[in-house]
């Protein structure tokens, strides 16, 4: 299976600061790489997908990059909303589909 | 709109079954795979498997090999996914969720039902 490794766990920012979440897979995944991001008691919702490409309806700050076994989620300035937790997830090689551990944005 | 409606919380005792539902609407059902991921309380994202609606066809995760049977019903354009022999590590958040890019591949999920929590306790 390939394992999906998310850093930091936990990041502390404040409104307004610039936010970068890492991915890394165990090996290539090629593009094959989507971003989720969960708030509590809610339903994950898809924010990127195939590394770099954002789902429909999320805002322009949201942005994905990468290729192969390093990715990352950069959000150009955090907003209060989005103050979550966030998971990678491969579909480079299944079964199974693998997810992150996940990283939780906290406000400082 | 598309929505996915699952049923709702159920409680079982350990060495049971559970049957979760998950109706969708909004879109062409037999288009688009359906996906079932679980989240333990308090932890990540798990991927147990998925079902073709156009003939029923399912893969899923070695883990729940033997355990989990997903089933549709094309009338009702529903999605069942059956979890036998439960133990406490099935408690969970049981999530039924769309396959992006429909059938062809296994890919991303764009739309997910609300969850249906399942707790296994004696």
């Known amino acids: 299976d390939i394992v999906l490794t998310q850093s930091p766990a936990t990041l502390s920012l404040s409104p307004g600061q610039r936010a970068a979440l890492s991915c890394r897979a165990s090996?290539?995944?090629?593009?094959?790489l989507a971003w989720y991001q969960q708030k509590p008691g809610q339903s994950p919702r898809l924010l990127i997908y195939?590394?770099?490409k954002r789902a429909a309806g999320i805002p322009a700050r949201f942005s994905g990059s990468g290729s192969g076994t390093d990715f990352t989620l950069t959000i150009s300035s955090l907003e209060p909303e989005d103050f979550a937790v966030y998971y990678c997830?491969?579909?480079?090689?299944?079964?199974?589909?693998?997810f992150g551990g996940g990283t939780k944005v906290e406000i400082k | 709109q598309v929505q996915l409606v699952q049923s709702g919380a159920e409680v079982k005792k350990p060495g049971a079954s559970v049957k979760v539902s998950c109706k969708a609407s909004?879109?062409?059902?037999?288009?688009?795979?359906i996906h079932w991921v679980r989240q333990a309380p308090g932890q990540g994202l798990e991927w147990m498997g998925v079902?073709?609606?156009?003939?029923?066809?399912?893969n899923g995760a070695l883990k729940f090999l033997g355990r989990v049977t997903m089933t549709r019903d094309t009338s009702t354009s529903t999605v069942y996914m059956e979890l036998s022999s439960v133990g406490s590590e099935d408690t969970a958040v049981y999530y039924c969720?769309?396959?992006?890019?429909?059938?062809?591949?296994?890919?991303?999920?764009?739309?997910w039902g609300q969850g249906t929590l399942v707790t296994v306790s004696s």
């Open positions: 909004g879109y062409s059902f037999v288009n688009y795979y």
């Open positions: 090996q290539s995944v090629d593009d094959y």
């Open positions: 997830q491969q579909r480079f090689q299944w079964p199974p589909l693998t």
């Open positions: 079902i073709n609606p156009n003939g029923g066809t399912s």
């Open positions: 195939d590394a770099s």
């Open positions: 969720a769309r396959d992006l890019y429909g059938l062809g591949s296994y890919t991303f999920f764009d739309y």
